[in-house]
């Protein structure tokens, strides 16, 4: 299968910083990526559509202005959690289409706000 | 909003043993995935079903999409300890798969 690598997998913060994750599709071109996240013992519940060269398309409830995200190329796409807090820890992951009916995941990102 | 059922929400089982999980919607999806997702790991695709009727083998896994595109089963035979996991269908009614809406998946636990 094709590969999706996010990074960090892992990370700790202070209240009120922010953080960025990253995630590449490292053998194919990603028009559209999506973030999702997942709460622990939970499924995944998405947050937005990322599209390459355009404003990202956020699902209800999702603060826009929290969760900023930024496709800059065809293989990255970025997530920013602004002022974190620590109801924002939680596990996050990012998926990238390849043709239409295939998906594939990174290995998410933990982020714990302390 | 799709909602995706999956069922049974906890599974245990001895080795060698077969098992099915469901995942039953409402809804007709354009395409239906099943992931499977170790802890503190991101779902690894297994396999998409796209037909009404679809059978899909996979080594000891057999997956099979509705006639009517609503509700999907993975049957496993002969469960080995490494399948073991977070099994996920997700659902997508839209030409783009990545664009999903996941059930709440099924822990399986096999035994030894």
């Known amino acids: 299968g094709a590969v999706v690598s996010q990074h960090p997998s892992r990370v700790i913060c202070k209240s009120g910083t922010s953080v960025k994750i990253e995630c590449r599709s490292l053998d194919f071109q990603a028009t559209t990526m999506f973030w999702y996240r997942q709460f622990p013992k939970q499924s995944l519940m998405l947050m937005a559509t990322s599209n390459e060269g355009s404003k990202a398309t956020y699902e209800q409830g999702v603060e826009k202005d929290k969760f900023l995200i930024n496709h800059a190329s065809l293989t990255l796409s970025t997530l920013t959690v602004t002022s974190a807090h620590p109801e924002d820890s939680s596990f996050y992951i990012c998926?990238?289409?390849?043709?239409?009916?295939?998906?594939?995941f990174g290995q998410g990102t933990r982020l714990t706000v302390v | 909003t799709q909602l995706l059922e999956q069922s049974p929400q906890f599974l245990s089982i001895q080795e060698g043993e077969n098992l099915t999980v469901y995942c039953n919607s409402s809804?007709?999806?354009?395409?239906l995935q099943w992931y499977r997702q170790e802890p503190g790991e991101g779902p690894v695709l297994l396999v998409t079903v796209v037909t009404g009727g679809e059978v899909k083998k996979l080594k000891r896994l057999t997956f099979q999409f509705g006639d009517a595109r609503k509700d999907s089963s993975l049957h496993i035979t002969a469960a080995q300890t490494g399948d073991t996991g977070l099994y996920l269908c997700a659902g997508s009614v839209e030409t783009n798969a990545g664009k999903s809406t996941f059930g709440d998946g099924t822990t399986l636990t096999v035994k030894p």
């Open positions: 998926s990238a289409s390849r043709g239409h009916t295939e998906a594939f």
């Open positions: 809804s007709v999806f354009s395409s």
